[in-house]
């Protein structure tokens, strides 16, 4: 089995791998180290994406693989571009949580369930690219504290809160959509920022 790592580098193994996924965990080990991280991954012809390595390569050994070809960047610039994603989204969360409780809350509330579903993946989006900053940091999130109470906590008491406002919607309990988003969801937005502000602290300590 050959690595190839950026079309012109080979990685050289310590130790020969019993499996193809520790292989590849060394490999992004040794990148780690040298501040670089994988973002993209070909096996023999065929690109794969996180969400499928599991599934493609459980059990498989280096002899049933011929060539893995994994693609890299600098883990600051991942982290930069990130963060620069989050600044220009989270803006849009606490006016959006407010502008769709005015909707839930007026004339014709059936024209806020499509901007429900929005808000509600472009939350969904915010978490995911937090997570991906932190991971690359090599930060706990869920540790992270924004005043006394921990990420985790805070991201918990969010997924029950879009959890009730799904049941409300689906029940048509306008007046409870439009509280939670008003009282409950706008201020939950606003925390993202500070959560996005400690990691972007992080990352400029790690760079200088």
């Known amino acids: 089995m050959d690595v190839i790592i950026d079309g012109n580098r080979t990685h050289t193994f310590e130790t020969a791998p019993s499996e193809v996924i520790a292989a590849l965990g060394e490999v992004s080990a040794t990148l780690q180290s040298e501040g670089r991280a994988i973002v ?5 012809g065929q690109n794969l994406t996180a969400d499928r390595l599991a599934e493609v390569l459980e059990n498989k050994t280096p002899d049933q693989v011929g060539t893995i070809s994994v693609s890299t960047e600098r883990v600051a610039i991942l ?20 502008e769709l409780a005015h909707v839930f809350q007026g004339a014709d509330p059936t024209q806020g369930f499509q901007h429900f579903q929005v808000l509600a993946e472009l939350w969904s989006h915010v978490k995911e690219r937090e997570n991906t900053v932190a ?3 090599g930060l706990d999130l869920d540790s992270m504290k924004v005043g006394d109470t921990s990420v985790k906590m805070l991201h918990e008491h969010l997924n029950r809160t879009l959890d009730d406002a799904v049941r409300a919607m689906e029940s ?5 959509l439009g509280d939670l988003l008003e009282y409950e969801l706008a201020p939950r937005a606003e925390s993202e920022a500070e959560i996005v502000s ?3 602290a992080q990352a ?3 760079a200088s």
């Open 40 to 44: 993209g991954i070909n096996i023999d």
């Open 79 to 98: 982290v930069g571009q990130a963060l620069d994603e989050l600044e220009q989204s989270l803006p849009n969360l606490p006016q959006a949580c407010h």
């Open 135 to 137: 991971h690359a940091l």
């Open 172 to 176: 048509q309990d306008l007046v409870l």
């Open 198 to 200: 400690m990691l972007k």
């Open 204 to 206: 400029q300590e790690r």
